[in-house]
């Protein structure tokens, strides 16, 4: 799947979503020291390996807060390892992204259940090529997304189904568009390059045949995707 890189706006994020952590006397990490022994140029790339996996698994969008604690304790154990610091230093930062990585993972899977639509069609609209496509939309998409599960890791009960509806039609509209631009793009960019150089007055049939025909695969690429997943 694309990797969606967001790491600028998870970190963004960070200062809010540690001032609440600090808190919260209620979060509870398992941070597992890693041996002194270990080198830290490996475990970072096993790390960074974890986070590209995390990444397919949508746990960036899922519990987006711990996430962004992981990745920010990361950039610290790769500043320390810059310079110079000790192994113990950078492996103990090391220690704490995998922490708040593994709990993002496990609020990932708890909340997946009560998103599985929007996941399906999200995932739909990456198989679609629409972060290609439409980066600015899925994006906005997305961000949308991660405020919904960001309060629900800060302790909201429940997703409302109106916020379901929302992002199920977001990321609906996203597929329909990038499925459209994956099918048709490069005969859509042909009829306006041809309507440029004069096609109504040389060929005006075939221009509008060819349009009638797009027009016709946009109508059956709307009504196979558009009606979207039922909300429970």
Known sequence: MQRIHKDGLFLLGSLIF????????????????????????????????????????????????????????LKEAQDLRSED????????????????????????DSTRN???EVIAVRDEAMEAQAPQFFKKSFQTADEKLMDTTLAVEKGRPEISSEDRSELIKLYTRLRIDGTRQTAMGE????????????AEKWAPKTLESTEQEASR????????????PRIN
């Open 114 to 116: 009560s998103l599985k």
């Open 217 to 228: 695969l946009q109508t059956m690429i709307h009504h196979n995707i558009g009606s979207g």
């Open 187 to 198: 005969s859509l960019k042909v009829i306006e390059q041809a309507k440029k150089e004069g």
């Open 85 to 108: 610091k000790s192994n113990q230093d950078v492996l103990s930062k090391i220690s704490l992204s995998y922490a708040y990585l593994n709990r993002a993972k496990e609020l990932a």
């Open 18 to 73: 540690s001032l609440y952590l600090s808190g919260c006397s209620s979060e509870k990490l398992n941070v597992v020291k890693i041996p002194d022994s270990t080198d830290p140029t490996a475990e970072m790339t096993r790390l960074r390996n974890s986070f590209a996996q995390s990444r397919v698994n949508q746990v960036d969008v899922l519990a987006p807060g711990h996430f962004s604690e992981s990745l920010k304790a």
